[in-house]
């Protein structure tokens, strides 16, 4: 596929418990975006890699998050002790430049319950 | 970047233009004005851009104000499938700038009906 994939689609997990969401950007794409969206509201950004570092992770709630891009590709989504609040739509983009477009993955839908 | 305003909401007949309007009066020259769409239960997906200059690709039309204070999305003839939410956002690159990334509003819903 030519487009932004993301694993999984939908995850249930336990309060408390750790999980790892995948994206796969559009090859070559150099810079990748994490977002997340409850109901209602609008993307909002959580973190954005330039290659294999994070250029700005301020939109990270608390510590419980982290993400990582060890070879510039693929990006993980990392969260521990998993909360309610934490239930959300989680967005994965790629640009092909810092400074181009960029596009969305369909996003996993994240519960815990 | 700089914020943008969009009406709630905006119903349209199938087959009919539809005018997504936006202000974003506290633009500045650097800025791009984008916008995405977002249909139910699916990533945003992206539509056009423009800086100063109409643009048009094969989804829409962008119309920009000569003072940039506001713009204008054209879908041509309205689809049932243009239904969803429509965010306008400004972003800019300056040289060494962190303002890469997309800040989303509420966006406005378009419901095209047949």
């Known amino acids: 596929g030519a487009g932004v994939s993301q694993t999984p689609s939908n995850k249930v997990t336990e309060k408390g418990k750790y999980v790892e969401l995948r994206c796969d950007p559009i090859?070559?794409?150099?810079?990748l975006y994490w977002y997340r969206q409850s109901l209602g509201q609008g993307p909002e950004f959580l973190i954005y890699?330039?290659?294999?570092?994070?250029?700005?992770d301020s939109g990270l709630p608390n510590d419980r998050f982290f993400a990582v891009r060890p070879e510039g590709s693929v990006s993980t989504l990392k969260i521990q002790r998993t909360e309610r609040g934490d239930s959300a739509m989680y967005l994965c983009?790629?640009?092909?430049?810092?400074?181009?477009?960029?596009?969305f993955g369909q996003g996993t839908r994240l519960t815990v319950v | 970047d700089a914020k943008t305003t969009q009406p709630t909401s905006m119903d349209c007949a199938e087959g009919r233009a539809a005018n997504l309007p936006c202000n974003h009066s506290?633009?500045?020259?650097?800025?791009?004005v984008y916008w995405y769409r977002q249909i139910h239960s699916q990533g945003p997906q992206y539509i056009i851009h423009?800086?100063?200059n109409n643009e048009t690709n094969e989804m829409a039309s962008l119309i920009i104000t000569e003072d940039r204070k506001s713009s204008t999305l054209i879908l041509p003839h309205a689809t049932l499938r243009d239904t969803a939410v429509y965010y306008c956002?400004?972003?800019?690159?300056?040289?060494?700038?962190?303002?890469?990334?997309?800040?989303f509003g509420k966006g406005t819903l378009l419901t095209v009906n047949p």
């Open positions: 956002i400004v972003r800019g690159f300056s040289s060494g700038g962190s303002n890469y990334k997309l800040t």
């Open positions: 983009a790629s640009s092909l430049r810092q400074d181009a477009e960029a596009f």
């Open positions: 506290t633009i500045s020259g650097n800025e791009y």
């Open positions: 090859s070559g794409h150099t810079a």
């Open positions: 423009g800086l100063k």
């Open positions: 890699f330039q290659g294999t570092g994070a250029a700005d």
